[in-house]
Every structure is written in structure tokens, then in C-alpha cells.
Nanobody, 125 residues
Framework: QVHLVESGGGLVQPGGSLRLSCTVSGFTFDYYASGWFRQAPGKEREGVSYLSNSDGTTYYADSVRGRFTISRDNAKGTVYLQMDSLKPEDTGVYYC??????????????????WGQGIQVTVSS
């Protein structure tokens, strides 16, 4: 059975940093691309970042490019999202996602087949 479990969320002040982790099980992670999307209260799901498993292709939402970095450790079955220079508008529930199908853009990340349960990130002073 496929499981994705996020960790590392919490409350941080504007300008601060957090690193989200997502550990996967139940499938061979090497064969799956991974990504992160988020949802703020009253807003649509928004793709944040994507990392291909095959050629290292990355996508970032314009709103996070230059501040967030996605990476993965296949040996540990884990994907990370390093979030720096956080802003209040980054607040939301963050979900990791995985799929064996290559995604075409950051906007399609919420369409990935497997999701975690989500973790809250709150940026506030």
C-alpha cells in the first residue's frame, strides 16, 4: 500500500526557513517523479515545485522561485522542500505528491496520483 508522510511543518516568522520532508513507502521511489503543492484557506490548490525522477527536471511556481528548493534522496525514499525567505502568503497546508507519469508543468502537480495527508505551514509574526 502506498503511503506518503510529510513532516517539518509549523509556525515560522516572516523571513524564516523551514524544511519539509516526505517519506514514501509501498512503491519503488526511483521510478516516480515527486512534487509539492499547497492549499490556503478559501483558495484553490496550487502547484509549488516538481522534480523529475529521470532527468532532474524541476518546475517552480513563480511565487516561490528563488526561495524554495526541491530535492530527493532515492535511497531514503524521501523528497524535501527547503523553504527560505518565507512570506505570510506561503501559509497553507502543504502536500507531497508522486506519480510515475511525467508532469508537464507546475500547474499539474495537484493531478499527481499519490498524495500525503498534508502538513500545516504558518508564516506569521
Amino acid at each position: 500500500q502506498v503511503h506518503l508522510v510529510e513532516s517539518g511543518g509549523g509556525l515560522v516568522q516572516p523571513g524564516g526557513s523551514l524544511r519539509l520532508s516526505c517519506t514514501v513507502s509501498g512503491f519503488t521511489f526511483d521510478y516516480y517523479a515527486s512534487g509539492w503543492f499547497r492549499q490556503a484557506p478559501g483558495k484553490e490548490r496550487e502547484g509549488v515545485s516538481y522534480l523529475s525522477n529521470s532527468d532532474g527536471t524541476t518546475y517552480y511556481a513563480d511565487s516561490v522561485r528563488g526561495r524554495f528548493t526541491i530535492s530527493r534522496d532515492n535511497a531514503k525514499g524521501t523528497v524535501y522542500l527547503q523553504m527560505d525567505s518565507l512570506k505570510p502568503e506561503d501559509t497553507g497546508v502543504y502536500y507531497c505528491a508522486a506519480d510515475h507519469i511525467r508532469m508537464s508543468s507546475v500547474a499539474t502537480i495537484p493531478d499527481m496520483r499519490y498524495w500525503g495527508q498534508g502538513i500545516q505551514v504558518t508564516v506569521s509574526s
